[in-house]
């Protein structure tokens, strides 16, 4: 299958004009500069792609879900821990990193994902465009973590079944008073180290663009006197925006920010420590790709 997703890709690029070489950016240090160069003229995405995605990507994605959803809810009866799950969510993301052909490249404070000497607990603070941004999540994060996840995802078939039976972190946005058990598991959870991942966005961006983070969204991590760590995922919206199942192959970026610290800080401080957040992402966000610069 992926021998002839690949053929397809390449007699689209030769038809349509693409300008991806396939040649991953060079830098993933910490540290790295964002430069500014010459943009290159914007993938174009035609029939062949659609075709592709529809009855190649979709139907395999589909298949991963089912086959390794099913074998997580039979493991959720006797892996407490989330251990196992996690590895098959491991899995199943990288089968579908490895379907759709987008490479990606990670830039900026990669250290700051190994997760350091400090002892510390994590928050790792991400954009939220694309329905493929937890698979690249549990692919390119070396480390068991969990979720904080809104409680729509619940009705999802298999992969709302594995979040809830897996430890994840479900909040009811319309009723935070009963979300109250599990904010009170994740705190323990966090100060006992375990890394948490959010989207403080509170769901999917429909244009792109960085949206208002939620009230309380760094709450967690200033109870836990947590490092936050700022994460902008470029690339992903055009990957797979809302509302479609097209599957537009391109080279994607994780772009890792400088860890900022809750030491000392209260819950008087949230909003100030939320804006520095955004800050921070905002400008990863909004740097040109690695790859203009080739």
């Known amino acids: 299958m992926n021998k002839i997703a690949t053929s397809l890709e390449e007699k689209e690029g030769a038809e349509l004009g693409s300008t991806w070489t396939g040649k991953p950016p060079a830098s993933t240090q910490s540290g790295a500069t964002w430069s500014v160069s010459t943009p290159t003229r914007p993938r174009r995405h035609g029939w062949l792609s659609r075709l592709r995605s529809y009855l190649i990507f979709d139907p395999l994605i589909w298949a991963y879900t089912v086959l390794l959803g099913t074998i997580s809810l039979l493991c959720s009866l006797f892996d407490r821990g989330g251990r196992i799950q996690h590895k098959l969510a491991t899995a199943w993301s990288w089968l ?80 935070p008073s009963a979300s109250i058990g599990a904010i009170k598991s994740s705190l323990r959870s966090l100060r006992r180290g375990m890394p948490l991942v959010i ?79 955004k800050a921070a992402i905002e400008e990863l966000h909004s740097a040109p790709p690695a790859s203009a610069g080739e």
Not at 146 to 174: A, D, T
Not at 240 to 246: D, I
């Open 96 to 175: 579908i990193m490895k379907t759709i052909l987008s490479p990606l490249t990670v830039l900026g404070n990669a250290a700051a994902l190994t997760g350091g000497s400090s002892g510390k607990a994590r928050v790792f603070a991400v954009t939220h465009a694309s329905a493929l941004d937890i698979p690249i999540l549990y692919v390119y994060l070396p480390f068991q973590f969990r979720i904080v996840f809104k409680s729509e995802l619940l009705s999802y078939p298999f992969v709302g079944w594995h979040l809830k039976r897996s430890g994840q972190i479900c909040i009811n946005q319309q009723n």
């Open 199 to 277: 989207f403080p966005e509170g769901g999917r961006t429909r244009d792109g663009q960085i949206q208002p983070f939620l009230p309380g969204a760094f709450f967690l991590a200033i109870k836990a006197q947590a490092e936050i760590v700022p994460i902008a995922l470029a690339g992903t919206f055009e990957l797979l925006p809302m509302n479609t199942y097209h599957i537009k192959s391109q080279p994607l970026e994780m772009r890792v920010g400088e860890i900022i610290s809750t030491d000392g800080l209260t819950l008087a401080d949230m909003d100030a420590v939320s804006a520095k957040v």
